[in-house]
């Protein structure tokens, strides 16, 4: 049976061709305040109000001049002076150098500037030091030289993050438009379940994977929207799918194994879903399954929802209910959907290489990729490519490793063992 499953690869590309899909839909456009837009998913080109540099600036403490006057170590008259804000007064007449400072405007006719510490001062004249010469266009960037007024600097599509808001600040824009973020529901399922602030009866546990999720969501650019847990019974999780149903994205934990309150698949097919794949071949995550099913007929949606039309399927994923296995397939296939609805061109998963630790040596699993928590050292010395360790675990259940794992250590699933010392993949949160 289960060798009718999908590959990690064969599933991660389905998933990755229904992302393309999805980008037919665009979302709602809203505007932020740029202070509330890191994270945001640019909704429309970012384009230049003025030339940058706005004006040939200089990029060191120095002498404006003629490189090859300079090169020539001729005694240059210091005609001027411009600080950062200031303008200079006219353009540099020949065999002259005009002091400014970095960020100052060059005056016209100057083609490079030479760096405070590499002349020597006297009667106001500069000379360039004799061990040295320098070349046109060093240490000035001329004006338009990043973009010029009018151009595009960041496509549709981009994730604003610091260096982004960087640019939009210096282009005028202190507000930005971005797509909505879509509404991902997360119901979560199991008669064990309590909410963090109850007091677990024996034999019940904590709801961790909504919080998780919910973060997780979050973080990928969706606004989560958290719903009550449902019970194992046909009754309680119809009345939760009819909910969901209203979400531009859903996402299920627990119940899609072969167990026997192990109820989801059936009540999705009850709501009219349709399924892309009801497991992969990974390890933890196996019964993870993919597909999609109407919205509520009568439903408002939210403003994403709307703007797509209302022919939009709902798309939705059911993830095992251990904690690992929840993190590993909501990174692997949940987040690049996410990354879609939201008018990313970011999808991910994102992986890094890295060397496996001494210590470390891990069996495959035949036919299965295997994902297990780890730990990456990133500021591994100069040179030296991140190290990656195992963290020890109890199986996909173990909260404990999951905190203390920043990664997860990829064993595709022809590798008989990893050895120590290797190059390794590594599934980035
Ligand atoms: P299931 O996928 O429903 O068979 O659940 C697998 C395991 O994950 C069981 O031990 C559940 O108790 C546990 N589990 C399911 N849902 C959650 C949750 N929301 N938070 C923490 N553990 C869960
Ligand atoms: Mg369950």
């Known amino acids: 049976m289960s060798s009718a499953l999908p590959s990690y690869e064969e599933a991660a590309a389905l998933v990755a061709a229904y992302a393309v899909q999805l980008a037919a839909f665009r979302p709602a456009v809203e505007r932020v305040d740029a202070g509330r837009a890191p994270g945001r998913v640019l909704a429309r080109p970012l384009s230049a109000d003025r030339d940058q540099p706005p004006f040939t600036r200089s990029t060191r403490d120095g002498f404006a001049c003629r490189a090859l006057e300079a090169s020539a170590h001729m005694r240059l008259n210091l005609v001027g002076a411009t600080r950062a804000g200031g303008v200079p007064a006219g353009p540099l007449p020949p065999g002259s150098a005009w002091e400014v400072m970095t960020g100052a405007p060059v005056p016209p006719g100057a083609d490079a500037v030479v760096m405070l510490e590499h002349v020597e001062v006297a009667n106001a004249q500069v000379r360039l030091l004799p ?11 001329a004006k338009g030289a990043q973009a010029r007024k009018g151009d595009e600097m960041l496509s549709a599509g981009t994730v604003i993050q610091s260096a982004q808001l960087a640019l939009a600040a210096a282009c005028g824009h202190a507000a930005l438009e971005v797509f909505a973020r879509p509404r991902v529901a997360i119901l979560t399922t199991g ?3 309590v909410p963090v602030k109850c007091a677990p009866a024996p034999g019940q546990i904590r709801n961790s994977n909504g919080p998780m999720l919910a973060a997780m969501v979050a973080a990928a650019g969706g606004e989560p929207w958290v719903l009550p847990t449902a019970a194992d019974n046909a009754k309680a999780l119809d009345t939760a799918l009819a909910q969901a149903a209203d979400a531009d994205f859903l996402l299920i934990t627990g119940g899609v194994s072969a167990g026997k ?5 059936p009540a999705l097919a009850r709501a009219g879903a349709s399924f892309h794949f009801t497991g992969v071949r990974i390890q933890p995550g196996k019964p993870t399954v993919f597909g999609e099913m109407p919205h509520n007929a009568n439903s408002a949606g939210s403003a994403a929802t709307k ?3 209302a022919e939009r399927p709902l798309p939705f994923f059911g993830l095992p209910g251990n904690p690992v296995s929840s993190a590993v397939t909501f990174l692997l296939f949940a987040a690049p959907v996410l990354a879609a609805l939201a008018g990313s061109r970011e999808p991910g998963p994102r992986f890094a290489l890295a060397r496996l630790a001494p210590s470390a040596n891990r069996h495959g699993k035949p036919g299965l990729t295997r994902f297990l928590p780890a730990f990456c050292n990133f500021s591994s010395p100069a040179g030296q ?10 199986g996909s259940g173990d909260i404990v490793a999951l905190a203390r794992s920043n990664c997860f250590l990829v064993v595709p699933d022809a590798a008989h063992s990893l050895k120590p010392g290797a190059i390794v993949r590594i599934l980035l949160p």
């Open 307 to 309: 703007a797509r039309g």
């Open 131 to 141: 061990s040295r010469t320098i070349a046109e266009g060093e240490n000035i960037v």
């Open 191 to 193: 008669d064990e379940l």
């Open 261 to 265: 309150f192990d109820l989801v698949e």
């Open 385 to 394: 490519p991140p190290e990656v360790a195992l963290v020890p675990w109890h």
